[in-house]
């Protein structure tokens, strides 16, 4: 019995002992997952070891591990500051973090057995404070200053044993009210009264060349009294012409590259879909959001890219209220962030005019149309469809005009500082009927000149009635200014193709300079030149008696100025460096209608600014896979801090939520890039294009364009042949170009090659047959040459090169006669600038300079002051030895384009063969400082510094030049023969 009760308790006691000892390997197990290790302590502060992801066991009387990300985890933190006057200063951290592989030590060293984020808190907040105390609250908003933080902070979790993939920092307004209250004080004493309120009217792409006849027939009488009491002139634009671009400058006084607005559309990553852009992608201040600083006020109307709405001391009526093709009964039932503050949405919405409210009586103004046939536009296609109709798009712009102007009329009743009211239809109407003027295109109908040819002006007799009611409300302290952002051709060599047509390039209707006029109280009569759309934010600033910053790109037009603004002048300028030392409230995110946005796409591809095809594939490419939520409904679209900064060693804000550009705002910040010089910048713009859309063919194109500039002839032919192999839309002058290309490489097999592959599809452009021509000249097959030329010139009479082509092969083969009367006929068959222009240059670079002075002449009739025009006729006059009146003409295209780097070397040419080197080097000092980078300019300031006197000053270019290229045989020569004395 005893033993058996012994055996019992033994049983028991092994039992309980074996429960005990699987309880306690039960609770020390331990799971680390994927994504994370742990850190085992020692006992003492330190750390024993690291467990990677999978099942571990421990005691577990000891202490816990502490879990840490080994892979990126998103996170932000508010780190609180003090200044030494106990001033409280809050930046928002955010980014992405993980523990750097062996790491997890100098972690634990740095912030102790916290929670990871919170010993980020702890890491920051102790890394940041001493930068702090010593600090200005008001700096806490200046981009330089975020940027140095934002570097300090990386710095300091990277030695934290940290790897940060990317981090942000914020100063947010509503955190930071001491800090707000000092940046807009510190702004704000440099404000001068003037007592003064403006009106800027924004007409899009107004041009004198409509005005002005419009004005002599009596029929704009409120423009007229802007030009007859005030002061007017051309206000230069900025390629890209495109609206949302240049209207963002306009009212930032910022370059494309500095407010971040390079596009009519940007991909929403949570959806895939491409959107219209908005004012979250913009990246600095414009005229509404830096007015509070000052205490003014500013109401917004139909402003580009101002949607969803920033808090303004004010009113904001966005872009989207009233889209030319969204119904408005869809815009009101989503009226989110269409108008700031929202309490001005109902009175916004009662003044909001439907399409079908346009009636006959209106549209008989601008289309010789029955009310049957009106109404049968109307009914012929369906509702997300009748923008396609030119007269039902008329209908749709007419009913957002009216909707606008009601709106604005409001608003001045209880009149704003600053009030800004935009027109699109000047433009979007030029677009639908600018090819319907007289005298008749080609390709127009008579009878369509009869019916759509009175629409243009019309709308422009409507906008002029506008304008007048906006003078009548504005009060006697008021100072008007009428802008457009660019031109539009309308005379006789308007563009041939459909202005509507993406593939013919609508924007190539667009003329470089637009209109400004303004006048007020005091402001005299008179004329302003050189002015650009730069110009416009500075002036306006300055009537407001506000600091006019030193990183803005204008000049204040002091002409268009009232007198109590222009004594006030001197105290504005070179006061306050940016405005960007000022906080920008945050924009809220907006829950946006997917149909809204497809309305807005679809006018895009109306008006040709998009293509279908394009839009198609943008939207198919970024689609989501299955499962995911892309189809309809709504987006959101992100808030935005503006006074947030990125460490420049980190890879950007990224995020869900951000917005990222497409192909075309890739390409359009490349032609910029290009245009000043920075070819590496855009070389990579060109190159992100391509992996945004592969079939983009511009992309390809400018590429290989840059790469012949750098001398790579066999990459740019490659990267050519890359654009044909992906894209069904390259321009039929690169398929000439290729074989340019291939020939300066010498891979003439691979150019027959690739000829051969494109007949199918390019056996109807007239460019193919001219590559073939090139092919057979270069190989030494003149009379084969000709006949491919003829075959290009059947398709069409004024291709360039084959024109060229022709006449260099009949001169070639003894028949002078013939290549002039054929250059005639080409002549007479030119109609648009851009023909014309390329005619002359034939004739100019056949040597006949008087016929090449005489087309560009006509050119000019109806492109005045076109600054290329004006320099192939300074051009054409230096050959035939009017060097006087050469150099002038050159002038004015330097003076009507300053950016363009070749028109200044071209200038100092002229001006060193007429004997005024000092001109001279000036002009070709200017070429090379507006990016011109060409061992020419160098070469030829050296022979002007050598001419004044200075030897050591010629050297110094020369050895620039070979920088440049170092075989260059000029340099190279005039540089040994300066050190040899030689003279």
């Known amino acids: 019995m005893a033993d058996t009760s012994r055996i019992r308790v033994v049983v028991i006691a092994t039992a309980v002992l074996a429960v005990a000892v699987l309880s306690l390997a039960w609770l020390g197990l331990t799971q680390v997952p994927e994504g994370q290790v742990m850190a085992l302590p020692d006992g003492s502060g330190g750390v024993a070891g690291v467990w990677q992801p999978g099942w571990h066991w421990r005691a577990p009387w000891s202490a816990e591990p502490l879990p840490l990300p080994s892979e990126a985890l998103a996170a932000d933190r508010d780190v609180e500051l003090t200044t030494t006057e106990g001033a409280r200063i809050t930046v928002e951290v955010a980014g992405r973090f993980a523990i750097a592989d062996g790491g997890e030590k100098a972690w634990v060293d740095a912030a102790g057995w916290r929670p990871f984020l919170d010993g980020l808190g702890t890491v920051l907040t102790e890394t940041l404070s001493p930068e702090a105390r010593s600090a200005d609250p008001a700096a806490v908003f200046e981009e330089p200053r975020l940027a140095a933080l934002a570097t300090l902070a990386r710095r300091a979790l990277e030695d934290a044993g940290v790897a940060v993939e990317e981090i942000t920092l914020a100063a947010p307004m509503d955190k930071n009210p001491v800090a707000v209250a000092a940046a807009r004080n510190k702004v704000a004493a440099l404000a001068r009264p003037t007592n003064l309120k403006v009106l800027l009217v924004g007409w899009d792409g107004a041009d004198w060349l409509m005005i002005k006849p419009l004005l002599a027939q009596g029929k704009l009488p409120n423009v007229a009294k802007l030009v007859r009491d005030g002061v007017s002139g051309e206000l230069r634009s900025q390629e890209p012409m495109l609206s949302p671009l240049i209207w963002t400058s306009i009212a930032t006084g910022k370059t494309v590259a500095e407010h971040g607005i390079a596009d009519f559309l940007v991909t929403d990553p949570e959806s895939g879909e491409m959107v219209p852009i908005s004012s979250a992608a913009r990246r600095v201040h414009a005229l509404w959001t830096l007015l509070p600083a000052f205490g003014k006020s500013s109401d917004t109307v139909a402003w580009w890219a101002t949607w969803p709405a920033e808090p303004v001391d004010g009113t904001m009526v966005t872009d989207r209220v009233a889209y030319q093709l969204i119904d408005i009964g869809a815009a009101a039932q989503d009226p989110s962030g269409k108008v700031y503050p929202e309490s001005a949405w109902p009175n916004v919405e009662d003044k909001l005019v439907a399409a079908e409210d346009v009636?006959?009586?209106?549209?008989?103004?601008?289309?010789?149309?029955?009310?049957?046939?009106?109404?049968?536009?109307?009914?012929?296609?369906?509702?997300?469809?009748r923008q396609e109709d030119k007269v039902n798009h008329l209908?749709?712009?007419?009913?957002?005009?009216?909707?606008?102007?009601?709106?604005?009329?409001?608003?001045?009743?209880?009149?704003?500082?600053?009030?800004?009211?935009?027109?699109?239809?000047?433009?979007?109407?030029?677009?639908?009927?600018?090819?319907?003027?007289?005298?008749?295109?080609?390709?127009?109908?008579?009878?369509?000149?009869?019916?759509?040819?009175?629409?243009?002006?019309?709308?422009?007799?409507?906008?002029?009635?506008?304008?007048?009611?906006?003078?009548?409300?504005?009060?006697?302290?008021?100072?008007?200014?009428?802008?457009?952002?660019?031109?539009?051709?309308?005379?006789?060599?308007?563009?041939?193709?459909?202005?509507?047509?993406?593939?013919?390039?609508?924007?190539?209707?667009?003329?470089?300079?637009?209109?400004?006029?303004?006048?007020?109280?005091?402001?005299?009569?008179?004329?302003?030149?050189?002015?650009?759309?730069?110009?416009?934010?500075?002036?306006?600033?300055?009537?407001?008696?506000?600091?006019?910053?030193?990183?803005?790109?204008?000049?204040?037009?002091?002409?268009?100025?009232?007198?109590?603004?222009?004594?006030?002048?001197?105290?504005?300028?070179?006061?306050?460096?940016?405005?960007?030392?000022?906080?920008?409230?945050?924009?809220?995110?907006?829950?946006?209608?997917?149909?809204?946005?497809?309305?807005?796409?679809?006018?895009?591809?109306?008006?040709?600014?998009?293509?279908?095809?394009?839009?198609?594939?943008?939207?198919?490419?970024?689609?989501?896979?299955?499962?995911?939520?892309?189809?309809?409904?709504?987006?959101?679209?992100?808030?935005?801090?503006?006074?947030?900064?990125?460490?420049?060693?980190?890879?950007?804000?990224?995020?869900?939520?951000?917005?990222?550009?497409?192909?075309?705002?890739?390409?359009?910040?490349?032609?910029?890039?290009?245009?000043?010089?920075?070819?590496?910048?855009?070389?990579?713009?060109?190159?992100?294009?391509?992996?945004?859309?592969?079939?983009?063919?511009?992309?390809?194109?400018?590429q290989a364009q840059v790469a012949s500039v750098r001398?790579?002839?066999?990459?740019?032919?490659?990267?050519?042949?890359?654009?044909?192999?992906?894209?069904?839309?390259?321009?039929?002058?690169?398929?000439?170009?290729?074989?340019?290309?291939?020939?300066?490489?010498?891979?003439?097999?691979?150019?027959?090659?690739?000829?051969?592959?494109?007949?199918?599809?390019?056996?109807?452009?007239?460019?193919?047959?001219?590559?073939?021509?090139?092919?057979?000249?270069?190989?030494?097959?003149?009379?084969?040459?000709?006949?491919?030329?003829?075959?290009?010139?059947?398709?069409?009479?004024?291709?360039?090169?084959?024109?060229?082509?022709?006449?260099?092969?009949?001169?070639?083969?003894?028949?002078?006669?013939?290549?002039?009367?054929?250059?005639?006929t080409a002549f007479a068959r030119a109609r648009s600038v851009s023909d014309m222009n390329q005619m002359a240059l034939i004739a100019l670079r056949q040597g006949w300079a008087g016929s090449a002075e005489k087309l560009l002449r006509r050119v000019l009739e109806s492109d005045p002051g076109n600054p290329g025009v004006l320099a192939n006729l300074a051009a054409s006059l230096a050959r035939q030895g009017k060097m006087d009146e050469a150099a002038r003409v050159m002038r004015q295209a330097v003076e009507r384009d300053p950016t363009n780097a070749s028109n200044y070397f071209n200038l100092g040419a002229m001006l060193a063969a007429l004997g005024h080197p000092e001109e001279a080097l000036a002009a070709f000092e200017q070429a090379a400082a507006k990016g011109l980078a060409s061992p020419q300019v160098h070469v030829a300031a050296a022979k002007m510094h050598f001419r004044l006197g200075d030897p050591a000053a010629a050297e110094r270019e020369l050895r620039r030049a070979l920088e440049i290229s170092p075989s260059d045989p000029e340099a190279r020569e005039l540089l040994d023969v300066l050190q040899q004395g030689a003279g």
């Open 359 to 385: 009636g006959w009586d209106m549209m008989h103004r601008f289309v010789d149309l029955t009310p049957q046939e009106l109404e049968e536009h109307w009914s012929s296609l369906p509702p997300e469809r």
């Open 711 to 824: 001398g790579e002839h066999s990459r740019s032919f490659d990267l050519l042949v890359e654009g044909f192999t992906k894209s069904g839309e390259m321009p039929q002058g690169t398929i000439t170009g290729m074989v340019e290309e291939g020939s300066k490489a010498g891979r003439m097999k691979d150019v027959e090659r690739v000829l051969e592959g494109l007949r199918a599809s390019r056996s109807d452009d007239a460019a193919y047959y001219g590559a073939w021509g090139m092919l057979a000249e270069k190989r030494g097959d003149p009379t084969s040459a000709l006949q491919h030329y003829e075959r290009a010139l059947a398709i069409d009479p004024v291709d360039h090169l084959a024109v060229e082509q022709k006449i260099a092969l009949l001169l070639q083969l003894g028949r002078p006669e013939e290549a002039q009367r054929f250059l005639e």
């Open 395 to 702: 209908r749709k712009i007419l009913a957002a005009t009216e909707s606008y102007q009601a709106i604005a009329l409001s608003l001045l009743e209880h009149q704003a500082d600053l009030t800004m009211v935009y027109f699109e239809g000047t433009d979007t109407v030029g677009h639908r009927f600018a090819r319907y003027l007289p005298p008749r295109l080609p390709a127009v109908t008579q009878e369509e000149v009869d019916k759509y040819g009175g629409a243009l002006p019309a709308y422009y007799e409507l906008a002029d009635e506008l304008l007048g009611q906006l003078m009548d409300a504005a009060g006697d302290d008021t100072l008007v200014l009428l802008v457009s952002d660019h031109g539009f051709f309308t005379g006789e060599a308007r563009p041939e193709s459909d202005p509507a047509d993406f593939t013919g390039g609508a924007p190539d209707w667009h003329r470089l300079y637009g209109v400004i006029a303004g006048e007020g109280p005091g402001v005299e009569h008179g004329e302003v030149t050189g002015a650009s759309i730069f110009d416009v934010a500075p002036t306006i600033l300055a009537a407001l008696g506000l600091p006019v910053p030193e990183d803005m790109q204008g000049r204040v037009l002091s002409e268009l100025l009232p007198p109590q603004a222009r004594s006030v002048l001197p105290q504005l300028t070179g006061t306050l460096a940016s405005y960007e030392v000022l906080p920008r409230q945050r924009v809220d995110a907006v829950r946006v209608a997917s149909e809204d946005d497809e309305q807005r796409l679809r006018e895009l591809v109306a008006l040709g600014y998009i293509s279908q095809a394009a839009l198609e594939q943008n939207q198919g490419a970024g689609k989501k896979p299955a499962g995911g939520d892309a189809g309809g409904g709504s987006r959101t679209v992100p808030s935005q801090t503006a006074a947030s900064i990125t460490d420049a060693s980190g890879s950007g804000t990224g995020g869900p939520g951000d917005l990222h550009g497409l192909a075309t705002e890739s390409y359009n910040l490349g032609r910029i890039a290009q245009r000043e010089g920075r070819l590496d910048d855009a070389e990579r713009y060109y190159r992100q294009a391509v992996e945004r859309m592969p079939s983009f063919a511009p992309g390809y194109t400018m």
